[in-house]
């Protein structure tokens, strides 16, 4: 935030022109504590901010009142878990797991066509709060290039062993089958390919930059603690709303003991992570 | 803000252009619980909305990005307690009391200084925020005509009450006289032509419309339970600060017993209490 108030305040300088206001939107969903986020912001910062609930599934702002639009790590959280995935009668039932891994057929195409319909409801509706001309970033992460199976990426292999700490947990009898069938993680991480695809066929964006990040973290070596406790501190509240508080504590020692027994694949396969960058410019039409 | 939204939208339809779309924020001080405003707002509403974290004596929103602003019973509510009344050095030093009823030249003046100094920091701000034209609603408690005893009217009353409440726990022991002296209440109740000097002085707004409200409440007789409730549910926080929350119960037992007292008084005075209506214009300049 600080650097883009920056660069556009040197550029105002430049052109000898006086610095304009700034005005931040912070958008989060309603339960989003937007106190602890409003006494995060420097009391001397150089912008106005307001917060503002709602999806991005939707819209939120008014017509044309956005000159950049800023989405990080945000976007492969689904609107909802595809319909199909919880249908017994559809090929894309997805017993005995909570996510695809990539080999399911059906079960990969009906995420995927979830995942098209939220962008293009993400994009229209920034495209709407966009004027001409303004920007949208988005930060995300994604399927590496050439990389066709999602648990042979860092993210991927997660889901692929919560997804057998629970199945573990149902064996024992401390929750039942059922809920682990109708437990799917409503993400989506896309290739930069299929990305390309829905921008386009949204049409209201031209893609201006685009680039894979590169993490500090994937320099590291895997470290399972702070994994463990990562993927706890995200799921924790998916994971209470369907199966309740009390399962967590155990649900973890088994998830951690299987990161354990995975330290060598994790430990290459985290470097395969990708994250990507991409620099969106609203068409004029 | 529906009414204003409808009305708005009714004269867009009587002119035959396209209903405008509509962003309202709603501002507050940073530990205000904006998730409970937020999650208030109904889903369907004719607007956008944004929480706009920050004390209304300061700027909150750019320069010229806003039409209408409506500032409801929070104008009395001063920046801070006037520094003479708490110096012992100062004729305003306002020893045993908690506000002021009227009487004390130097305490009254004191606190009208801070009130004016905060009207104008406020009248500055807002008239920044506002384009050319756009209009400042004001809706503030206030001293009612030809009157000049706060204590007269039941606002004043009910402070007096509570700072008598407050020095008989003094004299009880449970809390030091000292505690109380340095114990006041950051409010000014103006009177209309205070406030219209303070507004003619700033010099950014005319004034467009005034008027007295009538409250529904005054129709009604004196309510000692009801009263005590509001009036510990409003003081609640600014007590516990400076008392501690361990006082409130006792103090709330004698202010009760105090309302009942004086219930006949109040079951006038509460007649008198004066609710200010104004619209004020964003001048051009």
């Known amino acids: 935030m600080q ?3 920056e660069v556009v305040a040197e550029k105002y300088k430049s052109i000898k022109q006086p610095k304009p206001e700034f005005h931040v939107f912070f ?4 339960n989003n504590d937007f106190n602890i986020l409003f006494r995060g912001i420097p009391p001397n910062s150089d912008y106005f901010a307001a917060g503002v609930p709602g999806s991005f599934y939707s819209r939120v702002l008014p017509k044309g009142s956005l000159h950049l639009a800023h989405c990080s790590y945000a976007l492969h959280w689904l609107s909802q878990v595809p319909k199909e995935i919880q249908d017994k009668n559809s090929p894309a039932y997805n017993k005995g797991k909570i996510h695809y891994t ?11 066509d979830q995942f098209q319909r939220d962008m293009d409801v993400f994009l229209t509706s920034r495209a709407l709060e966009l004027v001409g001309g303004g920007l949208l970033i988005i930060q995300m992460p994604g399927l590496p290039s050439g990389e066709t199976m999602f648990t042979m990426t860092g993210a991927g292999l997660l889901h692929a062993i919560l997804g057998s700490s629970l199945m573990e947990l149902a064996k024992s009898g401390i929750i039942s089958e059922e809920s682990v069938d109708s437990f799917n993680l409503p993400q989506y991480h896309p290739s930069m390919e299929e990305l390309g695809k829905v921008i386009e066929r949204n049409n209201n964006f031209t893609v201006e930059k685009v680039g894979i990040l590169n993490h500090p973290m994937k320099d590291l070596p895997f470290d399972v ?4 406790l990562q993927v706890r501190a995200v799921m924790d509240m998916i994971l209470t709303e369907h199966f309740g508080e009390h399962i967590l504590d155990q649900l973890f020692v088994i998830y951690t003991r ?3 027994e995975n330290y060598d694949v994790f430990d290459k396969q985290i470097r395969k992570d990708a994250d990507f960058f991409l620099v969106l410019k609203r068409k004029f039409h």
Chains 1, 2 share one sequence.
């Open 102 to 112: 990539g080999t399911e057929k059906y079960v990969v195409k009906a995420y995927f």
């Open 3 to 5: 650097n883009i108030v």
């Open 27 to 30: 958008n989060d969903h309603v």
């Open 225 to 228: 603690q702070r994994t463990s």
């Open 258 to 260: 299987k990161l354990q």
